[in-house]
Structures are given as C-alpha cells and as structure tokens.
C-alpha cells in the first residue's frame, strides 16, 4: 500500500511542475489544462530523460529527478520572466476561483487510480496474455541504466519496438525506488486515473465553452463524469446480447470459465469468413474488438492502452488550436507565442509514434483537421487570396509532421517495422510506389462487418450521434437553400459564396483523371493481359479523385441551380441516393457502407457549411462593430445585417464534436476497405487498433 500511495504523490509532484507550461500553451480551454498537467508532465519528463540517456547519460535514479526539477524550473522561470510575474498572479487567482474544479478532477483522479489497484490486488500475478512480454520491456529498462535498452531475449540488440510507455513505467519505477513486479501493477491504474481525469477534462472544456453561467458549469460537471463513465467503464453492447442471445460454446470451450457470463467475449464479436490460400479455401479469422474497460480488467500494460492518456491529450490539444481566437499569435511561427503552442503539439503528437505507432496518423490527422477548420471559421479579408491560408496550413502542417519526427529522431533511427516486409505478385513487385504499398496493405475482397457486429461494438453511441445529427441538419433540412447563402457586401462590391465555378473546373479535372486510370486498367487488363492485382490496385487508386471530382460537381452544382430553389427536387434527391447507398452495400456484402457515408458525408457536410457560416457571422458582427455612428453608415449597416437569417450560431464546441464524430466514420469505413499486413495477414489487429481509436 505504501508503494501505491508513493506512486500517487510522484504523479502528483510531476503536475504540478507542468502547471506553469500547461496554463500557458492551453490558455484557449476554459480550465486552463489544469486536467492536462499530470499527463503532459509526465511525458516531458519521459521524454527529456530518454532524450538524454540516448546521448549517453546514465538512466538512473539520479538522472531522472534531476533532469525532471531542472526542466521544469527552467520552464516555469522562463514562463514567469517572459510574464513578468503576471502568470504566478494569474495561476494563483485562477486557482482561487476554481477550488471546487480542482476538487472534483482530483477526486476523479484519485478514485480511479484507487479504484484499479483494488482491483488489480485480488489478481496480481504477471501472467496470460502480453504481461510476460510487457514485463520483461519494462523490467529490461528499470535494471539496467543503458540506453538503448537492451532486448530481454535477444542479447546484445536493442528493443525493436515501440517502447516509450514501458521506459515512462521504468521512470517512474527508479524515481521512487520501488521492485519493478510491484510498478508493474500501478502502472496500468495510474494510466487508468490519468484517462479519467483527462476525460473528463475534454468533455468539461467542451461544454463550459458553450456559455458563461452556474447552470452550465454544473452541466459541464456533470458531462465530463459522464465522459469518465463511457470512456472508462462502459463496456459494449455484446455483454447485453449474452443476456438474451448466448452462445454455448464460450463456456464449452472454457473461455467463459464456469460462470454463465463470459468476460472475454465483448472483445471478439466480429469475425470475417474470408479466403485462405493455404488450404484452399475460406476460414472464420476473429478480430479483435477491445474496448478500454476490457483493457484495464485484463490489466493489459499494451501499448494501446498504455498510450490512452496522451491519445487523449492530443485531442484536448485539437481543441485548443481549435479555439484559438482570430488576431492571435499561438499559430504563428513567426512568433515565440506560435513556438510555444507548436513545439509542446509536436512533443504530444510525436510521441504517439513512440508509445504506439498506430495511433500517430489518426492523432496528427485530428489536430491538422481542427487546425483548417479553424482557419476556414475565421472572417477572409476581401484583399487575402483564398489560396494564402491553405498555403499557410499546409506548412505548419508540414513543419508539425517534421518536428514531431524529428524530436523522437533516436528512436526513429533505431527501430525497424515488422508491417512491410509481405510478400506480393511478381507482377506488381517492381512497380514503384504500388509494389511498396502492396506491402503494407491489402484490400478487404470478402463479406464485411455485418451491420449487428457494428452495433454490438458501437452501439452504445450511435443514438447520441445520430441525435447531435439530426439537430445540426435539422435547419438545412427545413430550409436547404435559405442556410447556404451568405450575406453580400454591397459595399465592397463583391458577393461572398461557399462555393463557386472554381470547383467545377477541378471536380471535372479528377473526376475525369480517375475515370481515365479506371479505363486504361480495364484496357490493360484485357488487352495487355495485366495482373489482375494490378488492375484492382488501379482501379481502387481510381476511387478517390472520382469521388472528389464528382462531390466538387455536386457542391459547385448546388451554387449554379440554388436559384430554383425546389425543396422536394433536393430531399427527394438526396433520400433516393441514401437508399440507393444503403441498397447497394446489402447487394455487394457491405453492409456498412450506406449507414456509414450517409453519417460521414452529414458530418463532413456540416463541418463544410457550419465553419464557413461562423465566418460570415463572425465577418457581419466585425462589420457592425467597426461602423462608425453616422446616420449613412448606420442604415448600411442594418441594411447589410438584416438579411442575415440563419440560426443561432453554431459554437466552436458543436463544430469540433461533429468533428470527433466525423474522423470515428472515416475510420471504420477505412477499416472495411483496407487492412494492414502485419503477422497476422487479416483485419485481426486493424480492427484492434482503430476501432480502439474510435472509441475515444
């Protein structure tokens, strides 16, 4: 008990270290990061040490608390310098108002940290499954002072493998002095609490954000326990079918045990009937389907669970950039305030790569999204080409991939992937780029996920969403045209449209580009006599700018014809093309592929609309705001604002929850097109790791 009490106030002593950073870089969140410190802090910390034992320091003890209080005074000095004491003040009066918040989140904190060593005490043997594995990484780290650590079985190589969260274990473990068989079971319930706290972190910003009052911070309070509930305790629905439905043969075969509930079923629903080329056939691959709650009841110290907290992280960091508020500094490079907010978003988004590599593209591809949505909300200046923020986007996007790399470059250097190395027809082994790739991946050519297995993973979201989307569609279904326009500035002599011819020129441009790759394809295949692959590769690269080309066409057709405004002509449209959708998954054995586009193109068309109408908003308010009080001016100004109709505006937190629900749908339906060829050659460990990527 003494070991875990130790534990606890390490965690405790390394966030409140990281309160100075954490209230500077997310001063845009309406707690300031004060529910970020712990984990934020633990990753510096982490990653400064590896930093320099990878140069040659020792891994010690020593090493670790120095290098832990002189980073973060040197910090927290520099912070307050550059403040001229102004932040000491503002974190202290800040704190003073919300002692009840710093309460509750260490309540949060503290009972789920407790909550799973309890439950950890009555099983505490390291065995079953990944533990032995997990064991001996971290063991290998928290003997030995060496870096690279050294492989436990392979003598003389280093790990191959991503290994962060088992040196931040080890960290930890020589930083107190503990055995590593006692760390080995804290460890998976302080990233227990830290995904608890920073949960409910998330959903509290996102809802205190909405409005300033006492009714909202108690709903805030509220909803962020929820988050805590869904996240971390709620398993799926499979255990509610067990009820009504079971199957005999878990319990037959032992898996379940004596008892009449299985445990381990929730985490094996789907199973693919698809071919296999050694015997000839088709055989039933199962897939796994973890959700957190499994995760830590197995007491799984996997990189996937391992890496919750900062997964997490990433997405309070979106929010952040996602609120950031127009005229200010944080994204600009050119400013210490941009380096400030870029370089801790890099350290987050990097060392996702490190803790598991699974997680890096999903993450960066969140903050790149809320960082262009941002953008797109903010009012265009009539004299600022449309081209210069997208160039501006896309270099700090491109800076963010390259420093996240780069500050991780060690373990880069060293590390070696196992996906990649498959075998592929000769056919296609000397093509360049499609030969690499088809290492990498390969295409789902069988039944896919049924539409129960979906529900049974997922369904325990799908009313709130389908709810929050049908509230956020309801005006455009009313009135579909009437919330399209935007306001014009006769003033300024031009009119301001969400879409224009431009779009038609490049939708025609892919559109026609993808049929010409699907055309030669079929030509090649028949008259060249192609691979068959190959053509498939082809055809499938096709897919994309067909698709893009033809929604530019229909976007830059719905601003040609919007004069004829007929409503039914519209919906009716629009309801025969989701039938249509959802008829022709059923026919081709994909049974998620209209519920899925239907849901994603909603979500993708109201994150399209809604950020580029909070910026005409945002336009006609700095209009009326700047109009100096002359008579004239005046009666311009009401002219140009009373045609403005559209509903109470939709928040930066409604906006960045319909993008959480956006990027969960791209990703399953990536799922059910693409695998990646790891060992195992099936959808077995991408269905792991991405549908425990759609959870959060």
């Not at 954490?22 to 040490?49: D, H, I, M």
């Not at 001229?84 to 503002?90: D, F, H, I, K, P």
């Not at 996240?231 to 067990?242: P, S, Y």
């Amino acid at each position: 008990m003494l070991e875990a009490i130790l534990w606890l106030f390490l965690i405790e002593v390394i966030g409140l270290g990281a309160v100075p950073l954490c209230f500077s870089v997310f001063r845009f969140l309406p707690e300031r990061g004060l529910t970020l410190a712990k984990p934020l802090g633990l990753l510096l910390t982490a990653w400064a040490v590896w930093l320099l034992s990878m140069l040659g320091l020792p891994f010690s003890s020593t090493v670790c608390w120095v290098v832990f209080a002189g980073l973060f005074a040197a910090l927290s000095g520099w912070l307050l310098w550059r403040r001229r004491a102004e932040l000491g003040s503002e974190i202290v009066g800040f704190v003073a108002r919300h002692v009840w918040l710093i309460v509750v989140s260490e309540i949060v904190f503290i009972a789920a940290y407790f909550y799973l060593v309890n439950v950890r005490s009555f099983t505490p043997e390291i065995r079953d499954q990944e533990k032995f594995g997990d064991f001996a990484l971290m063991h290998s780290m928290a003997v030995f002072d060496k870096m690279p650590p050294a492989d436990p079985w392979l003598s003389g190589y280093p790990i191959n493998y991503y290994y962060f969260s088992h040196f931040m274990m080890a960290m930890l473990t020589k930083m107190i002095g503990i055995d590593p068989a006692i760390s080995f079971n804290l460890a998976v319930p302080l990233v227990f609490g830290l995904t608890a706290l920073v949960s409910f972190g998330i959903v509290y910003n996102l809802v205190a954000a909405t409005r300033k009052s006492n009714r909202t911070v108690g709903l805030a309070l509220v909803f962020g326990l929820l988050a805590v509930a869904l996240i971390c305790f709620m398993g799926n629905l499979d255990t509610v079918r067990q009820i009504f439905f079971p199957r005999p043969e878990f319990y037959e075969t032992g898996i379940g045990g004596n008892f009449a509930f299985s445990w381990w079923t929730p985490s094996r629903v789907i199973y693919d009937y698809m071919p296999d080329v050694q015997i000839g056939g088709f055989r039933w691959a199962e897939t796994i389907n973890e959700f957190p709650m499994f995760s830590f009841l197995l007491a799984d110290m996997h990189p996937h669970v391992m890496t919750l907290p900062t997964a997490l992280l990433s997405v309070a960091m979106a929010l952040n950039i996602f609120r950031v508020p127009a005229g200010s500094d944080a994204l600009n490079l050119r400013r210490v305030d941009g380096w400030l907010l870029f370089l801790p978003t890099a350290l987050i988004v990097g060392g996702l790569y490190f803790l598991n590599t699974w997680d890096y593209p999903t993450y960066l591809l969140l903050i790149v999204g809320a960082f262009f949505l941002r953008q797109r909300g903010l009012p265009r200046l009539p004299q600022i080409n449309w081209w210069r923020p997208l160039l501006y986007g896309l270099g700090w996007s491109g800076a963010l991939v390259a420093f996240s790399l780069a500050l991780y470059l060690p373990f880069h250097l060293n590390f070696v992937s196992l996906i990649g190395d498959n075998a592929v027809p000769a056919s296609l082994a000397n093509v360049p780029v499609l030969g690499s790739l088809g290492r990498i991946i390969s295409f789902v050519a069988w039944d896919r996920t049924p539409l129960l297995g979906y529900l049974l993973v997922f369904g325990l979201f799908v009313l709130p969403l389908l709810t929050f989307l049908f509230i956020k569609l309801w005006p455009y279904l009313t009135n579909p045209y009437g919330y399209l326009d935007e306001p014009s500035n006769e003033n300024e002599g031009e009119s301001v449209t969400p879409c224009g011819p431009i779009f038609g020129n490049w939708g025609y441009g892919l559109a026609g580009a993808g049929l010409a790759l699907l055309l030669l394809s079929e030509l090649g295949f028949f008259l060249l006599k192609l691979d068959a692959v190959l053509t498939v590769m082809l055809g499938l690269i096709s897919i994309p700018p067909v698709t893009i080309g033809l929604a530019l066409l229909a976007v830059d057709g719905l601003a040609r014809y919007r004069a004829e405004r007929s409503r039914p002509k519209l919906l009716g449209a629009t309801g025969a093309l989701a039938l249509l959708m959802i008829a022709g998954g059923w026919y081709l054995h994909f049974e998620m592929y209209g519920p899925l586009l239907i849901v994603g193109v909603g979500f993708g068309l109201l994150l399209w609309f809604e950020t580029k109408r909070s910026a005409v908003t945002r336009r006609v308010e700095s209009i009326e705001e700047t109009t100096e009080i002359t008579p004239d001016l005046e009666t311009s100004a009401a002219n140009e604002t009373s045609t403005v109709e559209f509903p109470a505006s939709v928040g930066p937190s409604d906006r960045f929850a319909m993008l959480l629900a956006f990027l969960p749908v791209v990703i399953t339906f990536g799922t059910e097109l693409i695998l990646v060829r790891d060992i195992y050659n099936s959808r077995f460990n991408t269905l792991f790791k991405f549908y425990y990527q759609a959870w959060l």
